[in-house]
């Protein structure tokens, strides 16, 4: 049988429309706006996204929102197995009203493998438009930040980020860095949840990734990527590229 032709464009939301597909790379998705919010999210591979001149990453375990008459544009430079759900701006009252980066709950990610399962695009029956109701409370409900990456201008935990981001194999743990800012742990430990919404090691891990896309991008072995990235051997550094990414260093490359 003939694969489907992805739908670039996908279903209209009425109020809720769903669609899991697979992009190969170098898949482009030009600029636009639409009049309702959309939920993006990688199952597997990365995509990356320009919304309104702010650049987002979209990894596996988080997913990209934006709301209604945002413009965007994203493209994949490699393979991916993607997830979009589209909101009806009605719905979209009490959701982020701005871009965002959110964390997944394991509900939110099991009602859309079961959309996708069952090949639900646009839920009909009472159950299915139940899921797609729970769904979208729970992306109101979905930790957040700014951007996959966040940053933060605070005196303690600026400047730790920014000597991280200058060297992301640094292998100090937050006691440390907070011995070197006199601090505490614990004062640096609630800047981190306060200013990045997200704990150090998480923030850590996500730079990591960041760096390792640019460093494959740039031919390097995943030997010399892993060391440069403070792994003790590659395969540790494999695991967690798999993990954040559902797809090894070899494949991406």
Sequence with gaps: MRPREPRIQGDPPQPVSFRTENYKGGTVFPAKRQSWGELNYAL???VDFDIQGVRYLSPPHYAIWIPPDILHEAWNQHDVRYVTVYVERSLCVNLPATP????????????????????ITLPKTEEDLRLAQVLVDQ???????????????????????????????NRHSLAEWARQMKTTE??????????LGISFNEWRQRLKLVAALALIEAGQPVQRIAEQLGYSNASAFIAMFRRLTGTSPTQMR
């Design 186 to 195: 614990r004062t640096l430990s609630r800047r981190c949840q306060d200013d």
């Design 44 to 46: 597997a591979g990365v």
């Design 139 to 169: 992306i109101g409900l979905a930790p957040r930040s700014e951007s996959y990456l966040p940053l933060s201008d605070d005196v303690l935990l600026g400047p730790v980020l920014k000597a991280l981001q200058a060297d992301p194999g």
């Design 100 to 119: 965002a980066t959110l964390g997944l709950s394991p509900l939110l990610k099991a009602i859309l493998a079961d959309f996708a399962a069952r090949e």
